[in-house]
C-alpha cells in the first residue's frame, strides 16, 4: 500500500504568531510510522517560509535570485533537516529528492512532472521525502508550488492508494463547526465551509486537491495529536475520510 504523506504548514506553525511546532510534530511523525512503510512524506514550508516569500514578494523571477535563493534555504535547514534527523534517529532511511528537479510549471501549474527518482528509491527501501518547491516556470521564470499540488499530482502519477493531510485541526467542519468523518468527493465538492469559518486557512485548497485524484482516498487528520498519524496508516477511523 502506498501512502503520500502530506505534513502542512499549519501542523509545523502557527501561521498568526509564528511559532514554531516543527521538532514536536516532526519527531510524532517519525515514531508514529510503521518501519517499512512504503510511504512518501511532503512537507509545506510553514509560516518561516510564507512570511519570507509574502515579504520579499516572491512571485517570479526578476533579478531576485539571492531571495529565491534564501527561501529555499530556509525551508530546508529549518524544516526538511529536522524533519530528516527525526526519521534517521526513529530508524527510518529517508532521502530527500528536490520537487523542483522533477516538475516544470507555467504560471504556477504543472506541466510536466518525472518521478522516477522517487519510484525507485521507494523501490529500493527507501523514504523519498520532499517539500513545497519553486520550480522552473516558462512564463515566469521560477514560481511557488504548493506542498499540497506535488502531493495531488505525484499521487496519481505513482497510483497511490492513500493521501494523509496532517494538519492543527481534527478534519475537515461543516457549517456547526463539529468534524465531518466521512463524504465523497461529490458531496465534498458542494462544501461550503471555507465560506462560513474556515479555521484551518488552507482547508479549502485541500479539498480541492482531493478532488483531482483519480484513485486515492484522502484523509485528513490532526498531526498535532499523538497517535493520529499511526490510526491513519493502519486505516482506523480518525479525522475525515474523503473517497
Not at 2 to 19: F, Q, R, Y
Not at 104 to 131: C, N, W
Amino acid at each position: 500500500m502506498l501512502i503520500v504523506l502530506k505534513i502542512g504548514g499549519s501542523a509545523i506553525s502557527d501561521k498568526k504568531t509564528g511559532k514554531s511546532f516543527i521538532k514536536e510534530t516532526m519527531e510524532r511523525a517519525a515514531k508514529e510510522i510503521p518501519k517499512g512503510s512504503s510511504i512518501i512524506i511532503i512537507h509545506g514550508a510553514g509560516a518561516l517560509g510564507h512570511s519570507f516569500a509574502r515579504e520579499h514578494r516572491l512571485k517570479m523571477l526578476e533579478g531576485n535570485h539571492n531571495d529565491w535563493a534564501k527561501l529555499r534555504q530556509i525551508v530546508e535547514q529549518q524544516i526538511t533537516m529536522p524533519l530528516l534527523l527525526s526519521l534517521v534517529n526513529a530508524g527510518h532511511a529517508p532521502m530527500h529528492i528536490p520537487a523542483a528537479s522533477m516538475i516544470k510549471t507555467s504560471e504556477g501549474k504543472i506541466t510536466r512532472s518525472d518521478y522516477a527518482p522517487v519510484s525507485e528509491y521507494l523501490q529500493k527501501g527507501f523514504m523519498p521525502v520532499l517539500h513545497a518547491d519553486a520550480p522552473l516556470d516558462d512564463k515566469l521564470g521560477l514560481s511557488i508550488l504548493s506542498g499540497d499540488t506535488i502531493a495531488t499530482d505525484i499521487s496519481n502519477a505513482l497510483d497511490a492508494d492513500m493521501l494523509i493531510y496532517g494538519t492543527d485541526v481534527d478534519g475537515i467542519y461543516g457549517k456547526d463547526m463539529k468534524t465531518i468523518n466521512r463524504i465523497g468527493k461529490k458531496a465534498a465538492s458542494r462544501l461550503d465551509f471555507w465560506n462560513v469559518n474556515d479555521v484551518s486557512g488552507g482547508m479549502k485548497k485541500k479539498v480541492e486537491e482531493a478532488l483531482l485524484l483519480k484513485e486515492a482516498k484522502v484523509r485528513v487528520i490532526n498531526l498535532r495529536k499523538d497517535g493520529n498519524l499511526r490510526k491513519a496508516i493502519e486505516g482506523a477511523d480518525v479525522g475525515t475520510l474523503i473517497e
